[in-house]
Nanobody
């Protein structure tokens, strides 16, 4: 019913930049918070950044000052601008969204399929 599709991952050198995008589609009545999580090999999945429907933002300490999350509510899309990338940013990045499919249901949490970001020289 609801699909999140990420794009923009890839291979980048240390110090480089990437911009991830995630578009939500399907039966969407409203979207509350949207965000990005990541999971590196052998590590737990962690929250990278989140943004509320009023554009309030939250960042993990490890990415503050380097990553910027934003959203386009008209397009049901969330972005993650990543700058000054480090090898430790290498991970699969997952988009998340709290979506309400109709006025009678609560918001449910949806995940994208993930996009690989590799930071290496």
């Amino acid at each position: 019913q609801v699909r999140l599709v990420e794009s923009g991952g890839g291979l980048v050198q240390p110090g480089g930049s990437l911009r991830l995008s995630c578009a939500a589609s399907g039966s969407i009545f409203s979207i509350n918070a949207m965000g990005w999580h990541r999971q590196a090999p052998g590590k737990q999945r962690e929250l990278v950044a989140s943004i509320s429907n009023s554009s309030g933002t939250h960042y993990a300490d490890s990415v503050k000052g380097r990553f910027t999350i934003s959203r386009d509510n008209a397009k049901n899309t969330v972005y993650l601008q990543m700058m000054s990338l480090k090898p430790e940013d290498t991970a699969v990045y997952y988009c998340t969204a709290q979506v309400r499919i109709n006025i009678r249901t609560p918001h449910d949490y949806y995940w994208g399929q993930g996009t690989q970001v590799t930071v290496s020289s």
